[in-house]
């Protein structure tokens, strides 16, 4: 139970760096940014898997990959939640209508 909780903290101190480093206005609630911190720091294993500093591709990684992940899980969950606005797409930069 323990392990579990301090994944959840440590996901969402990920999520909330991750989306001060990454610019633009994300407003996300509670959940959405501890998916975005957990999810960042399997991105960042897998990226240090790739660089071969890592055990296994789908192992955690530390803060500073983990944080790096979870501006790209930013990135990423910006892309997809222009792409399906109800009123039709926007630009991923500037976010106005396409």
């Known amino acids: 139970m323990l392990l ?15 989306k001060l480093l990454h610019p633009g206005d994300d407003p996300v609630g509670f959940l959405p940014t501890l998916g975005i911190g957990v999810g960042g720091s399997f ?9 071969s500093m890592g055990n296994s591709p789908f192992h955690a990684s530390g803060f500073i990959m983990s944080v790096l992940g979870g ?7 910006r892309y997809y939640r222009l792409k399906v606005k109800s009123d039709g797409p926007r630009s991923f ?4 209508k396409l």
Do not use: R
Not at 43 to 51: E, Q
Not at 93 to 96: A, E, F, Q
């Open 4 to 18: 579990i909780l301090s994944w959840l903290v440590f996901g969402l101190l990920v999520g909330l760096v991750a």
């Open 43 to 51: 991105v960042g294993g897998f990226i240090n898997w790739l660089l």
């Open 93 to 96: 930069l500037s976010g106005k």
């Open 71 to 77: 501006v790209l899980c930013c990135v990423g969950y």
